[in-house]
């Protein structure tokens, strides 16, 4: 078998050889405090993308749209395209999350990509079509409260979502609420959230057992539906644009954090994460694993 290699592009840096700290400068913010009332931000001037199922205009509970998008599935040809639409949402599930990150983040821009239709229908090329323009388009955070289980998409996906995580677009995507495998929320390059039942509605949670890496509220939770209702609802779905609504507030306060530095404070600040003297080793436990 002959192995095909694609030389890297320019502009990546695979060695620092001949080069030292003053050549590769890096700007930097410093870092938020701890607890999840010490986040600072609103928000503003961060462009936050919601591919779901659309977004209802004017509702109370999400106040102004900044841009809105359909993902179009050409039946005969199987291609799509990503077209400007006035549609709306479908079934209501991209109003509830876009509500969720306007009242956590209440200064963003809030923009939407409808690739789920009707009674939550959807498909995995569709919404592989909408998170690639989402990350064409350098939104700053993408909210994902959808997967798929349809392992053929998830080479693509999982590509897709390194490409955004170096690029500096945060890929914030939901854990199935069932433990089957879907994606992307597998993939170390997004930030993965389930729920917590926490009665604080301003509390998240880092996990120590991985591939789900933060918990936040989505148990029982009130958000914005059709019609300029409410509803109470409960899911990992919900619990994922309060993450993505962390990480609008951090990036207006400290524009220049990538979604490494993000991932950072979102663990520094989560409830359960403790600071204290790091405890000591004896003596006769240390030991050398050089050699072996």
């Not at 599935?73 to 969720?100: F, L, M, N, Q, Y």
């Not at 390194?162 to 890929?171: E, M």
């Not at 890496?213 to 619990?239: C, D, H, K, M, Y």
Request: include cysteine; proline fraction near 9%; glycine fraction near 12%.
């Amino acid at each position: 078998m002959t192995t095909t290699y694609t030389a890297p592009g320019p502009g990546l840096t695979w060695s620092l050889r001949g080069r030292g700290p003053d050549d590769v400068p890096v700007l930097a913010d410093p870092g938020p405090g701890h607890g999840a009332g010490a986040l600072p931000g609103t928000g503003r001037g961060v462009r936050v993308c919601v591919v779901d199922s659309g977004v209802e205009r004017d509702h109370p509970g999400v106040g102004p749209v900044d841009g809105s998008w359909v993902v179009i599935k050409d039946p005969e040809t199987g291609g799509t395209e990503v077209r400007p639409t006035e549609t709306g949402d479908s079934c209501g599930h991209g109003t509830a999350c876009a509500g969720i990150i306007r009242r956590t983040a209440p200064e963003c821009e809030l923009h939407s990509v409808r690739v789920l239709g009707e009674r939550f229908s959807g498909t995995g090329d569709v919404l592989l079509a909408g998170l690639r323009w989402a990350v064409e388009q350098g939104f700053d955070v993408v909210n994902l409260s959808l997967s798929t289980t349809r392992a053929r998409f998830a080479e693509e996906l999982h590509a897709l979502a390194d490409h955004a995580y170096f690029t500096r677009t945060v890929v914030v995507a939901s854990a199935h609420n069932s433990p089957v495998e879907s994606y992307p929320w597998r993939f170390a390059s997004v930030i993965s959230v389930g729920s917590h039942q926490e009665a604080d509605p301003d509390l998240h949670l880092y996990n120590p057992d991985p591939p789900v890496e933060f918990f936040a509220p989505g148990q029982n939770v009130t958000v914005p539906w059709l019609g300029g209702t409410s509803i109470r609802t409960t899911g990992n779905s919900f619990a994922t644009p309060y993450i993505s609504g962390l990480c609008a507030r951090l990036l207006s306060a400290h524009p220049r954090m990538t979604a490494f530095q993000l991932k950072n404070a979102l663990y520094l600040s989560a409830a359960n994460v403790r600071f204290g003297p790091r405890p000591s080793t004896p003596a006769e436990e240390v030991c050398d694993d050089s050699e072996n």
